[in-house]
């Protein structure tokens, strides 16, 4: 995809860790990457959109995935995948100021942001693993 690099990729089946990294040069690469990316599992469908507007950062999930950890509510928790998480790094040039969850950490050089999701917040409330970060101008 144009506007990625430094792409890698590491999967741990035995543990059920995925890693998934690159830098992109503005959001519609990053949109575009993740497209690419989901469009391999016709099963996965559109996952999260990432936009930047006026400073903030913002990542959305779509709502067919909201949708599908609605449905399966029952059979993730039965086989115990509740207790899982999700984590996500972001890295900017500007220093960030804030973010709307309170699961985010902002590092020592403001530059970054470490964010750990339970698994059980998306079936509970989907909405509230939406992120906004907003960097200083």
């Known amino acids: 995809v144009e506007g990625i690099s430094n792409t890698a990729f590491t999967k741990d089946y035995q543990n059920y860790v995925f890693k998934f990294s690159f830098d992109f040069i503005n959001q519609k690469a990053l949109n575009q990457a993740i497209k690419t990316l989901t469009s391999k599992n016709e099963r996965i469908g559109e996952v999260v959109s990432y936009s930047y507007s006026e400073g903030e950062f913002s990542r959305k999930f779509s709502k ?74």
Do not use: R, W
């Not at 059979?75 to 972001?90: A, K, P, Q, R």
């Not at 020592?108 to 970060?133: A, E, G, M, R, V």
């Open 64 to 137: 067919s995935l909201l949708d599908k950890f609605s449905s399966q509510s029952s059979m993730i928790t039965l086989l115990g995948l509740h207790e899982g998480t999700y984590t996500s790094v972001y890295k900017f040039e500007k220093p960030v100021l804030k973010s709307s969850s309170k699961a985010t950490t902002i590092s020592s050089s403001k530059k970054s942001t470490f964010t750990k999701h339970k698994i059980n917040d998306f079936i509970i409330d989907p909405k509230q693993s939406n992120l906004i970060i907003s960097l200083e101008q």
